[in-house]
């Protein structure tokens, strides 16, 4: 997933304006207060969250004759299929012919929860977009953001540009627009204690698939969730998994009813776990990699499995753990995709 998923996004913001954030202005607004919102959406047991990490299906970031961004339309067709089930997304990066559609879109659709994301912890142009999008839209859903995504462990952002990122963000944010913001690395990295006293919770991505390649799909959920409730632990922190999952293809003991199993597993445990040592500390698992199976990552990188993440194709066609996730959120999914239970997403 790494450098293949930092190639993808690197590319839709590689270009940064030499803009400060001191001297953004904003139309005056009724804040809420949206700093817990995405936290109590985390937490509700009454209506259990279900977040989906998503790239456009119809989005090539090659550079060249293979580059192509996606249309509103396209846009909105993923979401209107993903929203027969999951209720939150998770974005990786701020490009501003693309996160803004979304962001409309999942609003249309009732969507409960987005995760903004930057991708260039250095980026200005990112943080003047992300900034915007709060002020615009957290009225509207639960937000939060993920201030890059294992630029620490591929080295391309340090710890302080972390920080003065963190600062800028917050500075310029209005009273009552302050929301939850966190950086996401693989499991590994947070042996370094230093990635607990960043932002308001933690987002590990962690992947048995990776680092303990030889489980299985029943042993892989037990690795994924003992590692995060021990991150919780250790760091005394909330913690999201932001990226877990399996694949349905790309090696021989990979196949859609193995990812099925894996699913199956994972969001039949719990998927809010407390500490016990304190209410305010959590486990959400509650998040799905990812939406859907691009090409694109195995023609680059030259590894089939990097094709077979998503839960359902570049077509939007459903693999079976697809449907796993339906059951668990009582949504009424046909096999075609045809039927939904969301009669109460808005039209304009």
């Known amino acids: 997933m790494r450098q293949v998923l930092a190639l993808m996004i690197f590319i839709l913001t590689c270009q940064c304006l030499p803009l400060g954030l001191t001297g953004l202005v904003f139309a005056s607004q009724d804040p809420r207060d949206s700093e817990h919102a995405f936290f109590s959406y985390l937490t509700d047991m009454k209506n259990p969250p279900a977040l989906i990490d998503y790239s456009p299906s119809d989005f090539d970031p090659r550079r060249g004759k293979n580059f192509h961004l996606p249309s509103a339309l396209s846009i909105e067709q993923d979401l209107r299929k993903l929203r027969q089930v999951f209720d939150g997304l998770i974005v990786y990066s701020y490009h501003p012919e693309v996160t803004p559609i979304i962001l409309e879109k999942a609003m249309e659709l009732d969507y409960r929860a987005v995760v903004l994301g930057i991708w260039n912890a250095q980026s200005k142009k990112e943080m003047h977009g992300v900034i915007k999008l709060i002020h615009k839209h957290a009225h509207d859903m639960a937000l939060a953001l993920c201030l890059g995504n294992e630029g620490l462990y591929w080295k391309r952002y340090t710890t302080k540009d972390l920080e003065e990122a963190q600062e800028n963000i917050r500075a310029a944010l209005h009273d009552g627009f302050r929301i939850p913001i966190t950086t996401s690395e693989p499991a590994s990295s947070y042996r370094n204690s230093l990635l607990y006293s960043f932002g308001d919770f933690l987002a590990p991505n962690i992947h048995p698939v990776w680092e303990k390649p030889a489980l299985p799909a029943k042993d892989a959920v037990f690795w994924t969730r003992n590692q995060a409730i021990s991150l919780m632990e250790k760091s005394q922190r909330p913690v999201l998994v932001k990226e877990t999952g399996f694949p349905h293809s790309g090696e021989r003991h990979f196949s859609p009813q193995g990812q099925k199993k894996f699913w199956d597993m994972y969001v039949n445990e719990e998927r809010l776990v407390y500490s016990q040592s304190s209410p305010q500390l959590w486990v959400s698992f509650a998040s799905s990699f990812e939406a859907f199976s691009l090409p694109w990552k195995a023609e ?21 753990a697809f449907y796993t996730w339906g059951q668990a959120q009582g949504s009424v999914v046909e096999a075609n995709g045809s039927r939904s239970a969301l009669s109460h997403i808005r039209t304009r």
């Not at 990097?306 to 939007?316: I, P, T």
Request: aromatic residues 10%.
């Open 300 to 320: 680059q990188s030259g590894e089939p499995i990097e094709a077979a993440w998503g839960l359902m194709s570049k077509d939007r066609v459903p693999y079976p």
